[in-house]
């Protein structure tokens, strides 16, 4: 494990759940990894032009941006650790938290951390089961993970193959975590087009997923239009090897965006990307690649949308979702580029591969999404930085709307959006680039905020943990969560210590 520490200020198919007996997952715990990474598990790389690779190098050596892997962040951030990867070589992906533990996902299969010292988290266990992108959430003795590739089997032994294969599977895993150290594959359960990503609709006796999945896709011919909504499967949470697929809830019978050539270079929906939802108030915000919804989950069997906005200027891919603390404002984020590419210089423009700011105005059924403003980090990247916004939450202090936010090789982002016209950034961190010629995969996939720190999990470089400290902030170190998966929002100030 390593720390640094340079502050600088910068310039510028469907089924039902599979028995537990024809599941695998291999622990791993020492020597070199096992894993063999399949298509899209390794970040893409892209040789840039001889001119752009000298304007780089001349922003480096003017230190207008920050050199090849240097770290540099504002002054109230503190990089307390480094985790690099280990025996999971994949790509890493997103993150959950429970006690004094972190899941992080890895195109591999996932890794727990003991993270009860910040400043020196240790790894606890490695799972290997490979299938893009390991979304991951955890509740209770339960671990979920997303698989979005077509597999040979639900197995943790699976290789990749043809989605035209008939056998191929794709869907969501169950583990019992109820022994960290030995985690155990216990049910699979095929959903239509696979489990890009997930979301925990947690109950007494049941835990609900809404599976986030979209097409058509040339990687899975098998998953075409219409594709118009979400599977949700049910996991008793006594019984897990008993989860089962309920069914496909349409949430768009009018078909939702057209995209191109209707609405040249935005994407048609053909399901969602991402869902957050605020159990404490029935809500959830779908960010479903050319739609951003609104939606009733009163009854978790049957969500239903009250509102649904497009932004066929701006946004290009509706990506993911965060509630503001009273649920009167939702953030949507525009995966411009799909995470790959150089998006956040003077070319783009501030206005896209941004987040948007919407009010949520008026009551019950008759709710509305009102846009108020786009947030873009301040600071421009090089054109070997695949850089645009994507998954954050909130920081929890009472009256006040604070975000923190990956941006890819843009970093890691803290913002203030309490006035929702005129959101500002408060601090930052990030690397510089990992080329200065070639635009190299990176970045943080995650930034999310837990019991007093900042967890980042880079795509390369590995588990980041940071600390803020700033006086807008620092009354969020006084909320102490026993739980937290970002896309399941609690109520800050009803569910937790203080």
């Known amino acids: 494990m390593t720390s640094l520490h340079t502050t600088r200020v910068r310039r510028r198919r469907l089924g039902v759940a599979a028995a537990a007996a024809g599941l695998f997952a291999t622990l791993l715990t020492a020597g070199p990894a096992l894993a063999t ?32 892997d240097e770290i540099v962040h504002s002054p109230t951030i503190s990089h ?25 996902g890895n195109y591999d299969g996932f890794r727990i951390f003991d993270i009860s010292n910040p400043k020196s988290p240790k790894t606890v266990a490695q799972v290997l089961c490979p299938g893009s992108q390991n979304d991951i959430s955890v509740s209770g003795n339960l671990l979920f993970l997303s698989t979005d590739s077509s597999r040979s089997d639900n197995s943790c032994n699976s290789v990749p193959q043809s989605a035209t294969i008939k056998e191929s599977w794709e869907g969501m895993k169950v583990f019992d975590i109820s022994d960290k150290r030995n985690p155990k594959y216990v049910a699979a359960v095929e959903t239509a087009c696979g489990s890009h990503t997930h979301t925990l609709v947690p109950k007494a006796k049941d835990v609900y997923i809404y599976v986030s999945s979209y097409g058509p896709s040339p990687t899975f011919p098998d998953c075409q239009p219409p594709h118009d909504g979400i599977s949700i499967v049910k996991v ?47 809500l959830a915000a779908g960010a479903c690649m050319g739609d951003g919804i609104l939606m009733d989950i009163k009854n978790p069997e049957r969500p239903r949308v009250i509102d649904q906005v497009q932004d066929n200027v701006n946004f290009a891919f509706w990506h993911s979702a965060t509630f503001n603390q009273k649920a009167d404002k939702v953030v949507f984020t525009d995966e411009l580029g799909g995470g790959g590419a150089a998006t956040c210089n003077e070319k783009i423009g501030p206005d896209r591969g941004a987040d948007g700011i919407y009010d949520i105005v008026g009551k019950g059924d008759q709710r509305k999404l009102v846009f108020r403003s786009y947030y873009k980090i301040p600071r421009h990247q090089a054109d070997t930085e695949n850089c645009v916004a994507h998954n954050g939450s909130l920081i929890p202090v009472k009256g006040r709307d604070i975000m923190v936010q990956a941006w890819y090789q843009g970093g890691v982002s803290v913002w203030d959006f309490t006035d929702s016209a005129k959101p500002k950034e ?25 019991n007093g720190h900042i967890y980042s999990n880079d795509l390369v470089k590995g588990l980041d943990v940071l600390r803020l400290d700033d006086r807008l902030t620092d009354p969020a170190k006084k909320v102490r969560m026993d739980e937290l998966n970002v896309q399941t929002q609690p109520d800050y100030f009803a569910d937790f210590r203080h």
């Open 426 to 450: 408060i601090a930052y961190f990030e690397r510089g680039p990992l080329s200065a010629d070639t635009l190299i995969g990176g970045g943080s996939w995650s930034a999310y905020y837990y």
């Open 37 to 68: 990474p399949g298509p899209g598990d390794a970040p893409a790389t892209e040789k840039i032009s001889g001119s752009q690779a000298a304007e780089v190098k001349a922003a480096i050596a003017q230190g207008e941006i920050p050199g090849v």
């Open 80 to 104: 307390l650790a480094n985790v690099p990867k280990d025996q999971l070589t994949g790509t890493n992906s997103d993150i959950a938290f429970q006690g004094k533990y972190a899941f992080a």
């Open 236 to 282: 008793p949470r006594k019984a897990p090897e008993k989860a089962e697929l309920l069914k496909f809830q349409v949430l768009f019978p009018d078909g939702g965006n057209p995209g191109g050539p209707t609405n040249p270079g935005v994407s048609a929906t053909s399901g969602c990307h991402d869902i957050t939802v605020l159990p404490s108030k029935d």
